[in-house]
């Protein structure tokens, strides 16, 4: 398993290797949430998210990978930067992969059981305390067919849009830094999620993108109804930016998801972060060409 301490060795590695590394902002727990910059600064950019779902802990180690791989690969050129954030939800993780045994606060503790109903957390999905963050954006927030009001192990909206610690970090970063396109992993069922009621010439150009991640991994469009609240759904409505969510890893394999996996998922991906900025980047300076004024602002 690829756990938070696991994560902080890799980013200082990279830094060893003087990639640019730093941190997103903290998690409930104070706990940083770090992320790695690979390409060029000083131009267009793109965020790559990971385990924003606690279970989903080794989407942590594909984006990691992900990174890794542009590092290695610098021949390979990239009209922009990515900001790869390879784990969203670093209190989650530990809880799943570690019990309450890590956590200080024993009101929290007992708390956190008393929601789990037992010990056990490797099917835990949300934060440390019970905020599901991908239900927390600020995306018609509130009004999702599995939305929970109470602390869950999944599902809890929380007491307002970015009550939580991560959910709120994720957006200062991404307002601050004005990315042009977002892509967020999850775990499973091989999947590419990329509508949230965007009309007219932004919903021809988000179905385009979205054909080609689908071409380039495999994996068929899904349009859900009565999903709302989560970071894609957020930089969809309110960024106006084409934001993707992959759900990598076949449905045929139950949470835990088997690791022997990932070497088949990085196969699929291996190379989508770049392929799409680049993409996006060469569509954006067509326009501002064209003198058509900013259609992705
Ligand atoms: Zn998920």
């Known amino acids: 398993m690829f756990g ?49 779902h606690a279970r989903e802990h080794l989407t942590a180690l594909l984006v990691v990978c992900l990174a890794k791989y542009l590092v290695k690969n610098s021949h390979l050129p990239i009209d922009g930067g990515i900001y790869f954030v390879p784990m969203t939800n670093p209190d989650g993780v530990r809880l799943c992969q570690e019990g309450v045994g890590f956590i200080a606060d024993k009101q929290r503790k007992s708390n956190l059981l008393a929601i789990n109903g037992g ?42 849009p970015f009550s939580a610690a991560e959910t709120r970090a994720l957006k200062e970063f991404t307002e601050r830094l004005k990315p ?22 932004r919903r021809y150009r988000d179905r385009r993108y979205a054909e080609s991640i689908s071409k380039y991994t495999g994996y068929p ?54 392929r799409l900025l680049n993409t996006v980047v060469r569509d954006v300076q067509r326009v501002d060409a064209a003198g058509l004024g900013r259609l992705y602002k």
């Not at 991908?134 to 007491?159: E, H, L, M």
């Open 221 to 274: 469009l899904v349009t859900l109804d009565g999903s709302v609240g989560g970071y894609k759904d957020w930089c969809i409505e309110h960024l106006k930016i084409p934001a993707f969510t992959i759900e990598v890893g076949n449905d045929t394999f139950e949470h835990p998801f088997p690791y022997s996996e990932l070497r088949h998922i990085l196969q699929q991906n291996l190379d989508l972060p770049r």
């Open 4 to 52: 938070y301490e696991d994560l902080l060795k890799e980013v200082d590695i990279f830094c060893r290797h003087g990639v640019e590394t730093g941190t997103i902002g903290e998690s409930e727990l104070k706990e940083r949430i770090p992320y790695i910059f690979v390409g060029k600064k000083n131009g267009y950019c793109m965020i790559v998210q990971g385990a924003m």
């Open 180 to 201: 042009i396109v977002t892509l967020s992993y999850h775990l499973k069922g091989e999947q590419v999620y990329w509508e949230f009621g965007q009309t007219s010439h």
């Open 119 to 160: 010990s056990d957390f490797a099917l835990w999905k949300a934060n440390a305390d019970g905020v599901d963050l991908n239900v927390n954006f600020d995306a018609k927030w509130g009004t999702g067919k599995q939305n929970g009001y109470y602390k869950s192990p999944c599902n809890y909206i929380g007491r307002a």
